[in-house]
């Protein structure tokens, strides 16, 4: 359906064992998407290519601008992100897998960017990247990931990368709102995740309230859904 994965082996392939619950989970995920970036866009695009595509569309880039996407995956907004920034612009993106990157790379070597493009393996958590050097950063699909303290920090460091007045986009599987039945699915996704991390390692967040937790103005909210799970697009300002 989404990045989020249900998985039967939760194993490193060989070397020392993490000891640290945040460094281990990030070493699973990284294992798990290069296993399966081969057969990523087959698995899941045609559910999430609408979503985050009205994610792109809602940060507004405009052309000479330069955006960042966190957790670029098989780089199919990557693509976009440079369409919308054009030639006088540039796009960069992170991502944990080495497998995704090597899909994005012959992606866009088949498919020009318009805009210059810097893809690399690495952290959200520790973006390699100087203060205020974007206009914009995008993600999708990849903070629910993330084990809950680490949020606020791979938040913190979106900001931290963001010019002043810079935007934050995120599309993520999201919380219901107060008064709105939660969907079945949700309630496999909450509880499956609540008693069996290793084998779910997503949930819904409170997308808004993490956004607005982090320091920024919530300035743009677009509620969607996927198989009846909510979806939520929030645009934040630095």
């Not at 695009?45 to 979503?51: I, Q, V």
Request: aromatic share 8%.
């Amino acid at each position: 359906m989404t990045k989020c994965r249900f998985h039967i082996a939760h194993a490193h392939s060989g070397g020392t064992a993490i000891s640290d619950p945040s460094a281990e989970h990030h070493e699973s995920n990284r294992h798990f998407y290069d296993r399966i970036a081969e057969a990523y866009d087959f698995i899941a695009d045609s559910n999430e290519r609408a979503a985050r595509q009205a994610g792109v569309q809602t940060l507004a880039l405009k052309p000479g601008e330069a955006a960042l996407e966190l957790g670029f995956g098989t780089g199919n907004e990557i693509l976009d992100l440079a369409g919308l920034v054009g030639s006088t612009g540039k796009v960069a993106g992170i991502d944990i897998s080495a497998g995704m990157l090597a899909v994005a790379k012959r992606k866009l070597a088949a498919n020009v960017p318009a805009a210059p493009v810097d893809l690399r393996v690495g952290d959200a958590r520790s973006l390699p990247f100087p203060d205020a050097s974007f206009d914009a950063v995008y993600t999708s699909f990849t903070l629910e990931l993330f084990p809950e303290a680490d949020i606020p920090v791979a938040l913190a460091e979106a900001r931290r990368v963001l010019k002043p007045g810079g935007r934050f986009g995120v599309v993520s599987m999201a919380t219901v709102r107060p008064g709105h039945r939660t969907s079945t699915l949700e309630r496999v996704y909450v509880w499956m995740h609540r008693h069996f991390p290793h084998l779910v390692d997503c949930r819904p967040i409170d997308t808004e309230g993490v956004v607005s937790a982090a320091g920024f103005k919530i300035t743009a909210v677009q509620d969607l859904e996927i198989w009846t799970m909510p979806v939520r697009v929030v645009v934040g300002e630095r």
